[in-house]
Nanobody, 113 residues
C-alpha cells in the first residue's frame, strides 16, 4: 500500500512564500509522476504541477513562474512564491503510474490579503 503525507501548509500573507513537502512510502513503481493539486472552497480540485521520475516538470498556467516543483526520489516539493489570496485551498499530493493512482490527505494553505 502506498501512502502520501504532505506537510508545510499554513497561513501566509499575500506576496509571501511557502514550501510544501510530500513523502511517498510503500511499493512505488520506479517510473511515476508526482504532482500537486489544489481544491479551493466551493471549487473542483485543479491541477497545479507535476514532475516525472525523469525530472520533467509541467505547470498550470495559473502558477507558471510563481510555483516550482521538484523531487528527490519518492519525495516531491512545491515552492510557492508571490502567493495570492486566490491560492488559498487544500493542497494535495499525488503519485501515479500505469494502473495506480494515490493521493495524500491534503494540507491547508491560506493566503491573507
Amino acid at each position: 500500500q502506498v501512502q502520501l503525507v504532505e506537510s508545510g501548509g499554513g497561513l501566509v500573507q499575500a506576496g509571501g512564500s511557502l514550501g510544501l513537502s510530500c513523502a511517498a512510502t510503500g511499493s512505488i513503481f520506479s517510473r511515476n509522476t508526482m504532482g500537486w493539486y489544489r481544491q479551493a472552497p466551493g471549487k473542483q480540485r485543479e491541477f497545479l504541477a507535476t514532475i516525472t521520475s525523469d525530472g520533467e516538470p509541467n505547470y498550470a498556467d495559473s502558477v507558471k513562474g510563481r510555483f516550482t516543483i521538484s523531487r528527490d526520489n519518492a519525495k516531491v516539493y512545491l515552492l510557492m512564491n508571490s502567493l495570492k489570496p486566490e491560492d488559498t485551498g487544500v493542497y494535495y499530493c499525488r503519485v501515479r503510474w500505469v494502473a495506480a493512482d494515490y493521493w495524500g490527505q491534503g494540507t491547508q494553505v491560506t493566503v491573507s490579503s
